[in-house]
Every structure is written in structure tokens, then in C-alpha cells.
Nanobody, 121 residues
């Protein structure tokens, strides 16, 4: 059983910064890719950024140059540094992790409950 817990959301002015964190906890698992999605009211959930276990990254075009995803494998934690925030970045941000339980050859996808990011003056 694996649980993902996000933190770091809040209210920030346009042009400001926030850093989100997501830690995977549990036992008998290995974490592969991790990432962030977001969902604004009335819109579909969309991919923001992903990072592989080896540190390869992928970003949505809308956040390239402003957001940076990173991870600490020893802590099973993924981060999202968000700079130059815009009102359109306002959304609930969800952590996602690709998990391989010990003793299997299959990946299972887990989601956190989300953390609210609001960009407003």
C-alpha cells in the first residue's frame, strides 16, 4: 500500500513563486516515474511535468521555462518549483507516481489528493 501526500500549495501573487512537494510512503515498493498534473474548475486534468527515476524531465508547453521538476530518490519525493506564476496556473495540483510493488513486474499508478494553487493579486 502506497500513499502520496502533497504539500506547498497556497495563494501567491502573479509573478511569484511556490514549491510543491510530494512524498511517497509505504513499504515494499519501488518508485519509477513521478509527476504533476493540474485541474482547473471546469477543465480536464492536464499533465504539467514528469521526471523519470534517472532524472529525465518532460514539461507541458505552457510551463516550460517557468516550472522545474526534481526529485530526491532517497526520500521518494518529487518537487515542482513554480516561478513567474500566472493567474492561468491556478488549479488543484496532483502528484502522480509510477510504482512497482516488490515481487511484481507491473507498474501501478498512484495519485495524491491534490493541493490548491491560487495565483491572484
Amino acid at each position: 500500500q502506497v500513499q502520496l501526500v502533497e504539500s506547498g500549495g497556497g495563494l501567491v501573487q502573479p509573478g511569484g513563486s511556490l514549491r510543491l512537494s510530494c512524498a511517497a510512503s509505504g513499504s515494499n515498493f519501488a518508485v519509477n516515474a513521478m509527476g504533476w498534473h493540474r485541474q482547473a474548475p471546469g477543465k480536464q486534468r492536464e499533465l504539467v511535468a514528469t521526471i523519470s527515476s534517472g532524472g529525465r524531465t518532460l514539461y507541458a508547453d505552457s510551463v516550460k521555462g517557468r516550472f522545474t521538476i526534481s526529485r530526491d530518490n532517497a526520500k521518494n519525493t518529487v518537487y515542482l518549483q513554480m516561478n513567474s506564476l500566472k493567474p492561468e496556473d491556478t488549479a488543484v495540483y496532483y502528484c502522480n507516481a509510477q510504482i512497482k510493488p516488490v515481487g511484481t513486474n507491473y507498474n501501478t499508478y498512484y495519485w495524491g489528493l491534490g493541493t490548491q494553487v491560487t495565483v491572484s493579486s
